[in-house]
């Protein structure tokens, strides 16, 4: 409880001293601010928060002469994307009020040195920080944790939590293809309760659970490992954080699964009966589905208003959250939900932006 109160006061000083910090950056707050998409409901102008927003940051100096510098992606050595203006410009058009930002999910196991992790992760979550105190009313930073090192995943999380004002940690689906529901990760977990933070798990291509090769692009060149692949693995993760007994030995738990949460809310019946039967063995106290609209959220990356239906049925619109992937680009829209008859106007506030707003404990407009 100490802790909350002072995450609390910590978040209320971030965000009233963050505009005169991260002033350094290239861009800055220097341009023209853009054209501003406001979203209403009922004529009645609402916040609209993206969880599901990736940031790239380059760090050539801390892994230089590291294997890392071999064998990393391009982004690693320096940042292709856009500079910090013109990300918020972005945000204008798509109507996105604030962004839930996290690292590009190459790092969460790439650090095989304790030490080099240790660095990475602090340069990540001070970067964060950073961007968040130019925007302070647009950015919020959710923590990279080095869980390869689980004791150090809940050092570097209270560091950032308590110094660096981050809502909320970012994770994968696995460690070297280990799930992360072992005990060996229980010192992670019981820190993530103990803050109170949301998680966001980001899968990278099912590489835990798929055979080398199997996922392999298509002859067109489709890459089955995001289309296929990456559902998969939050599937897999979220499943095992129920049958594995996670969600109980940790009831504060609250975990965001990527891209509509994988498969698991399509196909929920067959795990709500899979511990009926006979000579099977289940270590969870409840139905798969009390998890789901209890301890289990979902994005909204889930492109009809059909699949919106399904989730909103199996999980409740609490659990539901706006998401856009962006700065890659799909055909993902707050018009989904504005557009979507089966909700009341109460809803889609909820999905866009009202459940975030609670969760990530944005500060109300002033």
Request: charged share 20%.
């Amino acid at each position: 409880m100490t802790n909350r109160r002072q995450f609390l006061r910590r978040v209320a000083g971030t965000m009233a001293g963050g505009c005169a910090m991260g002033l350094d950056l290239v861009d800055g707050a220097t341009q023209a601010p853009s054209a501003r998409r406001q979203v209403t409901i009922g004529n009645r102008r609402i916040r609209v928060v993206d969880m599901h927003a990736h940031w790239e940051m380059a760090l050539p100096e801390i892994v230089k002469g590291t294997a890392i510098e071999k064998t990393a992606p391009p982004f690693v050595m320096r940042s292709p994307g856009p500079g910090l203006a013109e990300r918020i410009a972005v945000m204008d058009k798509m109507g996105v009020d604030i962004a839930a930002i996290s690292i590009n999910y190459y790092w969460w196991n790439a650090a095989t040195d304790r030490g080099l992790a240790r660095a990475i992760c602090t340069a990540h979550n001070e970067g964060l920080a950073k961007w968040s105190r130019a925007y302070p009313d647009r950015l919020v930073g959710l923590a990279s944790v080095p869980l390869q090192f689980p004791d150090l995943a809940a050092e570097l999380l209270q560091d950032a939590t308590m110094r660096l004002g981050a809502r909320g940690v970012t994770i994968g689906g696995h460690v070297a293809g280990e799930p992360v529901t072992l005990p060996k990760y229980d010192p992670f977990w019981a820190k993530v309760e103990e803050l109170g933070l949301l998680v966001f798990m980001h899968p990278d291509g099912a590489e835990n659970v798929a055979k080398p090769g199997s996922l392999e692009a298509t002859a067109g060149g489709l890459g089955m490992g995001n289309i296929i692949g990456n559902p998969l693995e939050t599937t897999v993760f979220l499943s095992r954080l129920i049958f594995d007994g996670t969600f109980d030995r940790f009831p504060g738990l609250r975990v965001c699964g990527a891209h509509g949460g994988g498969y698991l809310p399509s196909y929920l019946g067959r795990s709500e009966v899979a511990c009926g039967r006979p000579n099977t063995k289940c270590l969870q106290k409840r139905r798969p589905s009390e998890y789901l609209r209890q301890q289990v959220l979902a994005d909204t990356m889930v492109f009809s208003e059909e699949g919106l239906r399904h989730l909103v049925a199996e999980m409740g619109t609490s659990q539901i959250v706006y998401g856009t992937d962006v700065p890659y680009i799909w055909p993902v829209t707050v018009d989904l939900v504005l557009n979507a008859s089966f909700l009341s106007d109460a809803d889609k506030e909820a999905i866009l932006g009202g459940n975030l707003i609670r969760l990530l404990r944005i500060p109300a407009q002033t």
